[in-house]
């Protein structure tokens, strides 16, 4: 971190996708019209509206798109819910990048990978895989498995069908919570449905969603032979500041938004629980 990342930038939103019911995605650029900063896939940033609030998020887009940067961002409270009103043109500010990446330039590399996400959980996930789609030659076989409640909440569903699916390499596998018409795929919740998919035991596993959802599949993975250190997650849920100095996301000896928000699943082991 430098100095630079305390200082937030003024962002402009310069189009805005709506994914789902209660998940829009904005995308950012400074007035002048380039990226406002770079960073790597797992990492976040501070996005504010003077005198509403500010906020952690995700940042979605991957490293190696060189013209904007993208938000995927639920509708669930003060801040969301203005940031939901915004038209394209609108200001913002912006400051980051915060926190520890996924590894995609060291233990992940030369990898297969497996993907688990849950809901808006595909978020920070579709930054790491669309890096990973953009330099193929660096890794193994990638497997997605995605899930929702319905087909409505499923995030950047049409990117999904259209680039993801098609790609050489890729398995992509969707599921829904309940059926629904006009749905012909698989119906029920992602824990079982990993373990009826029996992944290979040699993956490396990337996972985010609702709590719930991950306390699940992680037991589901550890019974099909899979082992913590394989396991890496994200936890964002309290982080205010991002340097480490309010203490709000503080766990035992650890500052989610400087020692996280990426972890491997044999080091939250260490940690008190307290998510």
């Not at 504010?48 to 904007?68: D, H, K, L, Q, W």
């Not at 980051?96 to 590894?103: A, D, L, R, T």
């Not at 829904?176 to 749905?183: K, M, P, T, V």
């Not at 400087?258 to 939250?268: M, T």
């Amino acid at each position: 971190m430098t100095n630079e990342t305390l200082i937030p930038y003024l962002g402009e939103v310069t189009d805005i996708r709506i994914d789902t019911p209660d998940v829009k995605t904005f995308r950012v650029l400074t007035p002048d019209g380039v990226k406002p900063f770079e960073h790597m896939p797992g990492q976040c940033a501070m996005l504010s509206i003077p005198g509403v609030g500010e906020a952690m998020f995700s940042i979605t887009s991957s490293p190696t798109n060189r013209e904007y940067m993208e938000f995927s961002i639920k509708k669930c409270g003060c801040l969301t819910e203005w940031l939901h009103a915004m038209d394209i043109g609108q200001q913002i500010t912006i400051r980051g990048p915060y926190g520890k990446p996924f590894p995609v330039e060291t233990e992940l590399k030369g990898k297969d990978l497996l993907f688990i996400a849950g809901g808006i959980g595909l978020a920070p996930l579709r930054s790491v895989i669309n890096y990973v789609r953009d330099n193929r030659e660096n890794y193994g076989s990638v497997q997605i498995v995605y899930g929702a409640r319905s087909k409505d909440d499923l995030v950047d569903y049409n990117e999904i069908i259209s680039e993801w699916m098609a790609d050489d390499g890729v398995e992509v596998n969707l599921t829904i919570d309940r059926e629904q018409e006009g749905w012909d795929g698989h119906v029920g919740f992602i824990p079982n449905f990993v373990k009826e998919l029996n992944p290979d035991l040699k993956k490396t596993v990337l996972m985010c969603g609702p709590p719930v959802m991950i306390k699940f599949t992680l037991a589901g993975l550890m019974e099909l032979g899979f082992e913590k250190t394989q396991v890496y997650t994200t936890m964002e849920l309290k982080m205010k500041c991002g340097v480490g100095k309010c203490g709000r996301c503080n766990i035992g000896d650890k500052y989610v938004c400087k020692d996280g928000p990426v972890f491997r699943f044999d080091e939250l082991d260490e940690l008190p629980d307290e998510y």
